[in-house]
């Protein structure tokens, strides 16, 4: 007997919800750049979330292209861009609210300063790709505590913010001016740093000259700290990065907060992200690494010192 | 050119956009997080930290060579503990570890990027001639002790791994001259390019040199050591695919080498050391392809060839002083020829894996096929072929404590197997500190020389009796050395700033040494050489490095070496009067090795493209077992001073810019000597101008 009004009690209120919600489905359009892997994870990993989150939101998914076009289908009243490709087109073919994903933070700054004139009326957000700084050096701090000084390559024509040092934390930034003196710049950063930081720089960063880099430091005796679980395979000592799943997951409650009160939040950084090591080279370089948990939870513990 | 940013500092590093991805060249894009990479260190790239490697090792980079002020390869390994170098004359360097018994280090092998370069005839290596010049060097790894189970046969006492600079970590173009006394004059050229899927370089060199000054008080021989080598080199990486690379590297040399003596000595036998020009020709092509199976398990197969061409003519003359009797037996002018064609073909396979995160195996098998042709040094024109198969384990039982075992079965020329076993337990009492113990055993096969050796010359004919000039006759029949080592060692990091330590206690037994035996020859007017397995040998001592760096702009190299050697002979000969040489020779032997030995690197940069390089070098009196004459305690300092300019420069390269660089050899001016008495080593300048794209 109490089961039973429990289960009645139970449906009647998922019904009522439902009724609810149907009144106000939130209509949500997923661009993606294209229909490579990491858009492909991102969008399953999002109609997974949104499935959990039991909000009511229908996703209509969609590739960038240059058919891609606001009317199709239902009314829109969120974008979801992922990646620079949609984020450009969403900001120019539609009018609702947009939310870029797995974009890098300088894309989309420089995104909206070329579309500044246009609309500027319209609600856009963004949840980056990349780490924040203090996270990246944080990292650093807690899986090489002996490793002070950080060196960091780029191209002359690539725009850096750098950030707060930690303490007792220096940096050794020096930019290649041309493809000739790309080695002599990475010789002069290895010989006078403790560990390399890749910054997201395709003029360095390219994947034959990742070759060369972690070659190079590799001989230095210099680990190198990567951007992706690319690198780690590769052979960076480390990487800090975020899965389209964690940013999915993201997203997923940026959309049902967007449900709610139809506001965008500002742009952020991921929350989730993942560390990954490679204990091979970690040994071979004769550097003792802790596991993955160790060193987040000495991140943790290091953030709430800074607090 | 550095900028170093300090807390609590914002900088903001200047404007403009990267390029991002294919579609869009205006915004960065997210394709640089999402970007498929190659694995670049893979299993075999990966080489095991100083402090878990299964012997002691020392490792000299590029700085160290650079303020060596070395001009040879051979001087370089005055930095290596209880290593001995020396000169025969002055486009003859020696180099053994261990000290020295003859002027053939024997007992080691030597490779350059994996290729022997330890060459028949003799068992030598010659270093003034190499297809390598030594800009072209990154770092040179030596193994001290036994590595025959990682290196193969001959790595009896140590193993000198000589690594090339990548295709791809050359400047764009530079070039080099060298002006010196004793008629140095060096000419250097490199030049690279780096592409998408491969990159290259190539070097063109010219050296030249007076050689030594002689000892114009001793003797009244002038010395005739002049040399001139002029050589390519060239090094192409070629990467198909992500998981493919194939290395070709190509050389060439030729060298010109004055040997002999203008004037004849009145007691040589009849036979003379004419003056003559050596010539000298050296090739190689080697091919190295490396696939990558993910992360875990590479694939390699290494083929190379060498090829070296030596003439050396010499002709007698009539004995001017020498007895009637030798008068009437060596009254004519006889050739001796010396020359020599040799070839060597090695092809080796290599799997690395890691068998788990603890685990890695490393094995494979090769065949070796060295021929010569020496019609006045060997007895035929022998082919040799060897056969080897090896398997090391490197087992990291706890995270304090790695065990290194491994070994190596050879089936050499002679149809002779031998298995070489070695096993090493690394313990990291902290992270910093490690104690090693190892044992091992090791063999060297027997040279062409020893095994087929044969140099004769028909002299006259006198009252029916044909004369000879009958030098080597070796009778054969030999098997390899044996090398029994044991050691312990401590490898400690002193500080933040990487500063090492690495100390070492060892106790070395090599049973049949295979050295001199002489037999009969009624007709010879020498008496004629053999081998035989002579002599059991130990060798015990201490040895060490300490690695300081005072900063980031200076440090300190000292290595110290302290040795003791005795051997005893193996064998009784029915001939007393070889048995008294035998045991001659045992008694002589503790003197091969210098008591102590010892040598210091300072190297230190200093505001300005300033850079200061000086080494200070010790050894103990020593004897060679050939030689004459005791080396007495030899003592000398070496610098060199460099100022670079313009471009950008770094401790280890210049590109763009240049360099102006003084090197004083022996600037304390001792007169010393070292294996030959004939030479005197005095004080030389030399510059170098260096100038970069």
């Given at each position: 007997m109490f089961r039973q009004s429990t289960i009645l009690l139970f449906s009647s209120a998922i019904a009522l919800l439902a009724t609810w919600a149907q009144a106000e489905t939130l209509n949500v359009r997923l661009v993606l750049s294209d229909s490579t892997p990491p858009y492909q994870q991102f969008s399953a990993a999002l109609n997974q979330a949104l499935a959990a989150s039991k909000a009511d939101v229908a996703v209509i998914e969609s590739q960038a292209g240059p058919h891609t076009q606001p009317g199709e289908g239902a009314h829109t009243d969120l974008v979801i861009a992922a990646g620079m490709k949609a984020m450009e087109l969403a900001i120019a073919k539609f009018d609702v609210p947009v939310l870029g994903v797995m974009i890098p933070r300088m894309g989309y700054e420089a995104l909206l300063e070329r579309g500044s004139s246009q609309k500027r009326s319209k609600a856009t957000s963004a949840i980056y790709l990349d780490q924040p700084w203090d996270r990246r050096l944080s990292f650093i701090q807690a899986a090489l505590p002996k490793h002070k000084t950080v060196g960091l390559l780029y191209s002359s024509d690539t725009h850096i913010l750098l950030p707060r040092l930690p303490r007792g934390m220096s940096l050794n930034a020096q930019s290649t001016r041309s493809a000739e003196n790309f080695f002599a710049t990475l010789e002069s950063v290895l010989n006078n740093s403790d560990v390399l930081l890749v910054i997201p720089d395709s003029e360095i960063y390219s994947s034959s000259n990742v070759r060369n880099i972690l070659l190079t430091s590799y001989r230095h005796q210099v680990p190198l700290i990567g951007i992706s679980q690319a690198y780690v395979n590769a052979g960076a000592l480390g990487a800090i990065f975020s899965i389209p799943e964690q940013l999915a997951e993201q997203t997923g409650e940026m959309i049902v907060s967007f449900a709610r009160n139809r506001r965008l939040p500002e742009p952020q950084y991921p929350k989730l992200f993942t560390i990954s090591l490679n204990q091979q080279v970690a040994h071979s370089l004769g550097i003792v690494l802790d596991s993955p948990e160790a060193i987040r939870e000495r991140m943790d513990k290091a953030g709430e010192g800074r607090q | 050119m550095k900028k170093f940013w300090h807390r609590p500092l914002i900088a903001v590093l200047l404007a403009g956009m990267a390029c991002g991805s294919a579609w869009a060249a205006d915004y960065p894009s997210e394709q640089d997080y999402f970007q498929e990479l190659p694995v670049v260190l893979s299993a075999s790239r990966l080489s095991q930290p100083i402090s878990e490697t299964p012997n002691a090792m020392t490792v000299i980079d590029r700085e160290m060579i650079v303020a060596s002020g070395?001009?040879?390869?051979?001087?370089?390994?005055?930095?290596?503990?209880s290593m001995y170098v020396g000169y025969e004359n002055g486009h003859t360097p020696i180099v053994s570890y261990r000290?020295?018994?003859?002027?053939?280090?024997?007992r080691m092998q030597v490779l350059v990027d994996g290729r022997s370069i330890y060459l028949p005839i003799f068992g030598q290596v010659d270093w003034a001639e190499l297809p390598l010049d030594i800009g072209d060097i990154e770092r040179i790894e030596v193994v001290r002790g036994p590595s025959a189970a990682s290196h193969g046969s001959n790595s009896v006492q140590g193993v000198i791994n000589i690594l090339t600079r990548q295709a791809s970590a050359v400047p764009k173009a530079q070039a080099s001259v060298s002006k010196g006394d004793a008629g140095v004059s060096d000419v250097s050229a490199r030049f690279g390019g780096v592409g998408e899927d491969w990159d290259y370089r190539v070097t063109l060199a010219s050296r030249a040199d007076s050689g030594f000054d002689p000892i114009s008080s001793v003797f009244t021989i002038p010395l005739n050591d002049n040399s001139r080598t002029q050589l390519i080199n060239t090094r192409i990486n070629y990467r198909p695919t992500g998981s493919d690379s194939l290395d070709i590297q190509l050389g060439y040399s030729d060298s010109s080498r004055q040997l002999g003596d203008q004037n004849p000595t009145p007691s040589s036998n009849g036979i003379f050391s004419t003056l003559r020009d050596q010539k000298v020709s050296s090739d190689f092509e080697q091919f190295t392809w490396l696939h990558t199976f993910g992360g875990d398990s590479d694939l390699q197969l290494n083929y190379y060839h060498i090829g070296r061409n030596t003439k050396d003519e010499r002709y007698s003359m009539p004995c001017v002083s020498c007895s009637p009797d030798l008068n009437l037996i060596a009254s004519g002018s006889y050739p001796v020829f010396d020359d020599a064609v040799i070839h060597r073909h090695d092809l080796e396979m290599q799997h690395t894996l890691h068998t788990s995160p603890t685990n890695r195996v490393v094995w494979g098998m090769g065949a070796r096929h060295d021929s010569a042709t020496a019609p006045n040094n060997l007895r035929y024109s022998p082919t040799w072929r060897e056969y080897r198969l090896f398997a090391h384990d490197e087992w990291r039982i706890a995270p304090v404590s790695l065990i290194n075992i491994g070994a190596m079965a050879e089936k050499n020329a002679l149809g002779q197997t031998r298995v070489s076993p070695r096993i090493s337990y690394n313990h990291h009492?902290?992270?910093?500190d490690t104690l090693r113990a190892s044992v091992s055993i090791a063999y060297r096969n027997p040279e062409m020389a020893e095994e087929l050796g044969n140099q004769s010359v028909r002299l006259n004919n006198v009252a029916g009796k044909q004369w000879t000039w009958h030098n080597i006759s070796a009778a054969g029949g030999l098997g390899p050395e044996k090398a029994i080592s044991r050691e312990i060692g401590y490898v400690g990091q002193l500080d933040e700033a990487g500063s090492t330590l690495d100390v070492r206690a060892f106790h070395d037994q090599i049973s049949n040494i295979i050295w001199v035996d002489p037999v009969a020859d009624p007709n010879s007017t020498v008496t004629p050489k053999s081998f035989k397995s002579d002599f059991n040998a130990f060798y015990s001592g201490l040895e060490g490095t300490l690695n300081y760096k005072l900063g980031v702009r200076s440090r300190l190299t000292v290595n110290y070496s302290h040795q003791v050697a005795g051997a005893s002979p193996s064998r009784v000969s029915p001939v007393a009067s070889v048995n008294a040489s035998l045991i001659s020779y045992a008694n002589k032997y503790s003197q091969t090795v210098p008591l102590n030995s010892a040598s210091m690197l300072l190297s230190h940069d200093f505001y300005g493209g300033l850079q200061l390089g000086a080494g200070f070098y010790h050894i103990d009196p020593v004897r060679s077992l050939d030689a004459g004459l005791m080396q007495p305690l030899t003592r000398y300092l070496d610098f060199r001073v460099a100022q670079s300019f313009g471009g950008w420069q770094s401790k280890k390269g210049r590109s763009g810019g240049g360099e102006i660089a003084l090197v004083v050899k022996n600037a304390l001016s001792d007169h010393y000597f070292d294996y030959s008495t004939q030479t005197r080593h005095k004080r030389r300048t030399s510059l170098t101008a260096t100038l970069g794209l």
């Open positions: - | 070395a001009r040879n390869i051979a001087d370089v390994f005055k930095l290596v503990p000290g020295i018994t003859d002027a053939y280090a024997r009492l902290t992270p910093r």
